[in-house]
């Protein structure tokens, strides 16, 4: 019987890398995300090419009930889980108080509320394989304040600070790791409207390293992939907070 690795946010980007990276490792997955037709093409190439067993739910986390539904689904198959990778999200651009409202709301949601409840829900069944883990994805962005992309910012320190507790709390049972990646080719900027930020301006990273790297590093609790990414973190320890608020708004205007 398979021991499956949930991929949520499978339909591109990072979480497809993800599927990718995985699926050549050995891992059997079960992907899902809200377009099934990309989910299907992918799991349709990955049991070709590597011969592993995949399975694709359709889920939409931006609905407390999408994400019940998934995990029940899962537990009602009675499928054995070794990994969760908690992928899915998405950002937006702009000054807080011009942005649709719905839009914030439902960041959270599928950021936050979404991951914190597929993990609350799927820890039981995890704790039954042997040498479980979790990544969340967060963000360089985790590390501070984000003008321009308040809630974005703010739900990737969230998913740090979580992941970084989890870690500690399920120590020798289940490792927990936070993947920060900085500004990934994906379609994350697009769907942020922040392609023309010059945050997205200064490179990127491609999806397949991100997910390389974080997949190597899987047992450590913060992955920050790249030098000029761990640069990054690292020179916002050391910059005063005001000062570092102030460059973070010019990064994401
Ligand atoms: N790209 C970057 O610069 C960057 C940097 C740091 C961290 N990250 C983080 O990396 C993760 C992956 O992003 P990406 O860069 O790969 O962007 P992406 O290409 O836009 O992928 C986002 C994924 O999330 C899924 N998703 C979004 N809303 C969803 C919902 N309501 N229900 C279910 N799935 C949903 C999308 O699937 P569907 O639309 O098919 O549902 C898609 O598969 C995100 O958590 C993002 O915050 C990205």
């Given at each position: 019987m398979?021991n499956?690795?949930l ?10 890398s993800?599927a990718?990276e995985y ?5 059997d997955?079960?992907?899902?995300a ?5 989910l299907?093409?992918?799991a349709?190439?990955l049991r070709?090419?590597?011969g592993r ?6 889920a939409?986390?931006g609905?407390?009930d ?8 899962i ?12 992928n ?7 000054a807080?108080?011009k942005r649709?409202?719905e839009?914030?709301l439902?960041?959270?949601?599928v950021n ?5 409840d597929l993990t609350h829900?799927?820890l039981?069944t995890l704790?039954?394989a042997q040498?479980p883990?979790?990544i969340?994805?967060?963000?360089v ?5 984000g ?9 990737k320190a969230?998913?740090l600070?979580f992941?970084e507790?989890l ?7 289940v490792s927990?790791s936070a993947l920060?990646p900085?500004p ?5 900027a ?7 930020a010059?945050l997205f301006?200064m490179g ?5 390293k991100v997910?390389?790297?974080?997949i190597k ?5 913060i ?6 990414n761990?640069?990054m973190?690292?020179g916002g320890?050391?910059?005063?907070r ?11 205007s």
């Amino acid at each position: 019987m398979p021991n499956y690795t949930l991929i949520t946010g499978a339909s591109s980007g990072i979480g497809e890398s993800l599927a990718r990276e995985y699926a050549e490792g050995g891992y059997d997955l079960i992907l899902t995300a809200r377009r099934t037709d990309r989910l299907e093409k992918l799991a349709g190439q990955l049991r070709e090419q590597h011969g592993r067993t995949v399975e694709v739910i359709s889920a939409d986390l931006g609905n407390p009930d999408g994400v019940a539904e998934l995990a029940d689904t899962i537990i009602a198959r009675g499928w054995a889980l070794m990994g969760l990778v908690n992928n899915a999200g998405f950002g937006d651009s702009g000054a807080f108080s011009k942005r649709p409202r719905e839009k914030q709301l439902a960041m959270i949601q599928v950021n936050v509320t979404a991951l914190v409840d597929l993990t609350h829900r799927l820890l039981p069944t995890l704790e039954r394989a042997q040498a479980p883990f979790i990544i969340n994805v967060a963000s360089v962005a985790a590390f501070q304040a984000g003008p321009n992309m308040a809630v974005y910012y703010a739900s990737k320190a969230f998913v740090l600070s979580f992941s970084e507790s989890l870690s500690e709390e399920l120590r020798g049972r289940v490792s927990v790791s936070a993947l920060c990646p900085g500004p990934t080719a994906s379609e994350f900027a697009e769907r942020a409207e922040a392609s023309k930020a010059n945050l997205f301006k200064m490179g990127t990273m491609s999806s397949q390293k991100v997910a390389a790297i974080g997949i190597k590093n899987h047992r450590n609790t913060i992955v920050v992939p790249g030098v000029r990414n761990k640069l990054m973190v690292w020179g916002g320890k050391i910059t005063p907070r005001a000062l570092l608020r102030r460059i973070a708004y010019r990064i994401n205007s």
